[in-house]
């Protein structure tokens, strides 16, 4: 598996309706994506709390080789002509818990680095036990946890149910998630 996002900051005074109305015409395309196992279409807006206004897009795939046609897809190519080529981040994911919850609302984040002299293998044991019991709270779809290690930063991105509950929150506009009912079978 991979976790991916990438994320357009866009200027204070962008209309956000713009953005809304993309997803909806765009986003369920995304519900086949042959090795996508989930895509959260997330807002953040300035009119509505965020500090700034974007539009990001996060990514639980089976494998890397569908993140490759992804990227050379024509869905991809929409991006660089309406945004630009974005930053793609990616993590190996240290943990992918997920609930039985069946939508979410917001997208929370949370990073930190890993200390130089960590026990990788104690601190994937401690995040997954973490993990599990976020992703056992009622109102949560998932709690998936990743490890960069070319800057060695943790990231965890909690998918919410309610946008109430989420720190540092963004919302989800839409949730494809072709892959998610496979991999609760796992």
């Known amino acids: 598996m991979l976790v991916a996002r990438y994320r357009h900051r866009l200027p204070a005074d962008y209309p956000m309706d713009r953005i809304r109305a993309r997803i909806a015409e765009r986003a369920p395309a995304w519900d086949a994506t042959p090795g996508l196992v989930l895509k959260a279409f997330a807002i953040e807006e300035r009119a509505r709390g965020a500090t700034v206004n974007a539009y990001s897009s996060f990514y639980l795939w089976r494998d890397a080789g569908a993140v490759v046609d992804s990227l050379t897809g024509p869905g991809f190519r929409a991006v660089i002509e309406g945004f630009g080529r974005p930053h793609v981040e990616t993590w190996l994911p240290f943990d992918v818990s997920l609930s039985a919850a069946a939508t979410t609302a917001a997208l929370s984040e949370e990073m930190r680095q890993v200390d130089p002299d960590a026990d990788l293998n104690r601190l994937r044991e401690t995040e997954r ?16 946890v990743g490890l960069d290690p070319t800057s060695w930063r943790l990231t965890r991105f909690t998918l919410h149910a309610d946008s109430a509950d989420a720190r540092s929150q963004a919302e989800v506009a839409y949730l494809a998630a072709p892959g998610l009912a496979v991999l609760r079978g796992l």
């Open 129 to 144: 036990a973490r993990s599990r019991d976020i992703a056992g709270r009622p109102g949560i779809l998932a709690s998936v």
